[in-house]
């Protein structure tokens, strides 16, 4: 058995001392380590939600949509409300808006969003096929992922406190980001 392993079991296997899931242990160590393994939670989320939307998109008739394509044809299905790039950067949480309009750009061109210019701004709204397109999503996420997840014993309530604190930790990472482009 390596050193390296050895060390891991003593670590994880007979300490007493709460077993550390995380992607970097650099990150992990000291005071506040546990923000380390809420973050590679996030990460492996990450990865599975937009492994989700596609997939889940691809099954409805959507294929070669990213994830930030779905994100934004969604959005802008959202009320059936015309929305601007600006507001769809703004819900999102974008800042690189030229990714969005790439994506615009794309969901346009898949004739799955309308446009409409007034003046100096542009108006998105989904066509008939995007409508479409989103409704077919939301009876396969239904039976999918909903179905599953409210069997599972996951109820509304607990959805709702986890949103909540995603959104109040989202606003501790933003402010976070603007005092580190300070130094």
């Known amino acids: 058995m390596s050193a390296k392993y050895q060390r891991?079991?003593?670590l994880t296997v007979t300490s007493s001392a709460p077993r550390r899931i995380v992607s970097s242990r650099h990150l992990a160590e000291g005071e506040g380590w546990e923000m380390s393994e809420f973050e590679y939670g996030m990460i492996i989320v990450h990865n599975a939600f937009n492994r989700w939307m596609?997939?889940?998109?691809?099954?409805a008739g959507g294929a070669d949509l990213g994830p930030l394509d779905i994100l934004v044809l969604h959005h802008v299905n959202h009320r059936d409300r015309e929305?601007?790039?600006?507001?769809i950067c703004f819900l999102l949480n974008i800042e690189d808006m030229h990714t969005v309009n790439y994506a615009l750009r794309k969901l346009m061109k898949a004739?799955?969003?309308?446009?409409e210019k007034r003046g100096k701004e542009v108006f998105y709204s989904a066509s008939q096929e995007g409508q479409q397109l989103c409704d077919r999503y939301r009876e396969i996420r239904e039976q999918c992922l909903l179905e599953p997840l409210l069997q599972g014993g996951i109820d509304g309530d607990q959805l709702r406190a986890v949103a909540s604190f995603l959104r109040t930790l989202s606003g501790q990472y933003d402010q976070a980001s603007r005092a580190a482009?300070?130094?």
Do not use: P
Request: hydrophobic residues 40%; charged residues 25%; glycine residues 0%.
């Open 111 to 115: 004739d799955l969003l309308i446009s």
């Open 83 to 87: 929305k601007r790039l600006s507001d």
């Open 181 to 183: 482009a300070s130094l």
């Open 54 to 59: 596609q997939r889940c998109m691809t099954a």
């Open 8 to 10: 891991y079991l003593d």
